[in-house]
């Protein structure tokens, strides 16, 4: 199973499955995992600059007139994107990993983003819950995600085959 594990001090470990390619992506090398994770972190970035969260489905709207008001200030759509200064997202890595993991990883670069990440994620705080670190089977962005997956894993073949 190809487990994408987001590791945020303060926030409680999210992991997001990509199950189609789950049995033969545990063997993917280092690089391959971090290729899959940088495609993980281009998704997420992608969707929720259009508004959708991991269902890709619209997020609940800004309920907050002094919010709106800010976002109007600084030039900002009223899209929910979950874009205001820019830095929880900006912060969203792929991490590189050893050859003893299994699974590719992306994490905040920053505790304060992965917080606000967490607060987004989970709803904390009267905030409402807008999931938008995993995946859901049959969304375009699993699709995308499954398929740098897939052929990751097909060009890892391709080259021990090349070696041997």
């Known amino acids: 199973m190809i487990r994408v594990t987001l590791d945020v001090q303060g926030i409680p470990k999210i992991q997001m499955k990509l199950e189609a390619v789950a049995e033969a992506a545990e063997g993917l090398s280092p690089f391959a995992q971090h290729t899959v994770a940088r495609a993980a972190v281009r998704a997420i970035r ?9 269902h890709e489905k619209s997020f ?3 309920q907050s007139e002094s919010h709106k ?7 900002l759509p009223e ?29 905040f670069n920053s505790a304060h983003s992965g917080y606000i990440a ?18 859901e089977r049959g969304t375009k962005s699993y699709a995308q995600v499954k398929m740098t997956a897939v052929e990751a894993l097909r060009r890892q073949i391709r080259n021990a085959a090349r070696r041997r």
């Open 46 to 54: 992608e969707r929720t600059a259009k508004g959708l969260d991991q």
């Open 60 to 62: 609940t709207a800004y």
């Open 69 to 75: 008001a800010a976002r109007r200030r600084k030039g």
């Open 79 to 107: 899209l929910v994107n979950l874009r205001f200064g820019g830095k929880m997202l900006g912060d969203l890595r792929a991490v590189r990993r050893g050859r003893g993991d299994k699974h590719p990883a992306v994490r």
């Open 118 to 135: 967490g607060v987004h994620q989970e709803g904390r705080g009267g905030m409402p819950v807008r999931q938008f670190l995993g995946f």
